[in-house]
Antibody, heavy 117, light 107 residues
Framework: QVQLVESGGGVVQPGRSLRLSCAASGFTFSSYGMHWVRQAPGKGLEWVAGIWFDGSNKYYADSVKGRFTISRDNSKNTLYLQINSLRAEDTSVYHC??????????WGQGTLVTVSS | DIQMTQSPSSLSASVGDRVTITCRASQTIRTYLNWYQHKPGKAPNLLIYAASTLQSGVPSRFSGSGSGTDFTLTISSLRPEDFATYYCQQSHSNPLTFGGGTKVEIK
């Protein structure tokens, strides 16, 4: 069955960097667009970034453009999110999600990033 | 950017109640509207895509309707497992955006 498992979260100081990973299994990873969606404590879902099935096109929310980089390694069935210059407002649970028709049919449970000094 | 506004932000209902949640887009999105259910600590679950198409495996008590700017999610008869937060999401244009969520609580 389809599984998406995020990792790489933790407590990080403001201004530092972090790389999140999402390991995919149970489907042909290289055939699907993938996304990151986050949820800050007590807040709703916020779309962060997306990448085409082959990595040729990437797009970002304005709130993270220039600081976040989405990438993928189809040989490893893994999606990544590089987060630089972390801010307190980046504190969130980060979910990866598989795209179908520009909706998200499978999601991971998420990894928590806490930005704190 | 397309803004998505959900109402109400929360509601209290009893098992067996009919529940309706609305979602309004700041500009027309035709039927590029999706609905998700999210429970704390769990992965969100796609319920409805393209405004009214039930995702495979989702119970038929869930239904969606609307087009243009106004959409609704209806739960025909609330079950205990339906207490959760529901989000709409537009897939018409980038950036993809979600509504603020509607928390369905037990009365």
């Amino acid at each position: 069955q389809v599984q998406l498992v995020e990792s790489g979260g933790g407590v990080v100081q403001p201004g530092r960097s972090l790389r999140l990973s999402c390991a995919a299994s149970g489907f042909t990873f290289s055939s699907y667009g993938m996304h990151w969606v986050r949820q800050a404590p007590g807040k709703g879902l916020e779309w962060v970034a997306g990448i085409w099935f082959d990595g040729s096109n990437k797009y970002y929310a304005d709130s993270v453009k220039g600081r976040f980089t989405i990438s993928r390694d189809n040989s490893k069935n893994t999606l990544y999110l590089q987060i630089n210059s972390l801010r307190a407002e980046d504190t969130s649970v980060y979910h990866c999600a598989r795209e179908v028709r520009r909706d998200f049919d499978y999601w991971g449970q998420g990894t928590l990033v806490t930005v704190s000094s | 950017d397309i803004q998505m506004t959900q109402s109400p932000s929360s509601l209290s209902a009893s098992v067996g109640d009919r529940v309706t949640i609305t979602c309004r887009a700041s500009q027309t999105i035709r039927t590029y509207l999706n609905w998700y259910q999210h429970k704390p600590g769990k992965a969100p679950n796609l319920l409805i895509y393209a405004a009214s198409t039930l995702q495979s495996g989702v119970p038929s008590r869930f239904s969606g309707s609307g087009s243009g700017t106004d959409f609704t999610l209806t739960i025909s008869s609330l079950r205990p497992e339906d207490f959760a937060t529901y989000y709409c999401q537009q897939s018409h244009s980038n950036p993809l955006t979600f509504g603020g969520g509607t928390k369905v609580e037990i009365k």
